[in-house]
């Protein structure tokens, strides 16, 4: 299963139109992942960070329609615990580890996934846990 955060989502989905007109590399890997039917889904907590940003209600009603597709992880009491067990693990290593990013790990974590995610937070949790990245092209 690949697991998309926020960072992927927000640049496809926000994004009318790219510098130079060049689409970045995460975006068209998004794409490719999505067309050849991979394993892709979304945290509910993605979800709702998505949606919390949104400037019009069309621009939600957007996302919601795109968002469709994908299934949507819903936090269980032993992902919650795992993700405190994630941030203390972090604190221990001076690792910053915000509350959101540690429960997505700790989703990714059990359910055997990979993240998708531009946040180089999750690089420094990955060093302290068993978050396992999925490789960014380089643009």
């Known amino acids: 299963m690949i697991v998309v955060d926020t960072s992927v989502w927000s640049l496809a989905f926000r994004r009318r139109s790219w510098p130079n007109g060049v689409m970045p590399g995460v975006v068209i890997l998004l794409q490719k992942l999505t067309k050849e039917k991979q394993q892709v889904a979304v945290p509910g907590i993605v979800l ?17 329609e795109l ?24 604190r221990k290593a001076g690792v910053s580890a915000a509350t959101i990013d540690c429960l997505i790990a700790a989703q990714c974590i059990m359910l055997n996934g990979v993240l998708l995610t ?18 960014i092209p380089i643009d």
């Open 48 to 64: 709702q960070e998505l949606l919390s940003g949104v400037k019009d209600p069309a621009q939600g009603e957007r996302i919601k």
């Open 118 to 135: 531009l946040d180089d937070d999750f690089k420094r949790i990955s060093g302290c846990c068993g978050l396992r990245l999925y490789p």
């Open 67 to 90: 968002m469709e597709g994908y299934p949507l992880i819903l936090a269980t009491k032993e992902q919650y615990i795992e993700a405190s067990n994630i941030s203390n693990v972090c």
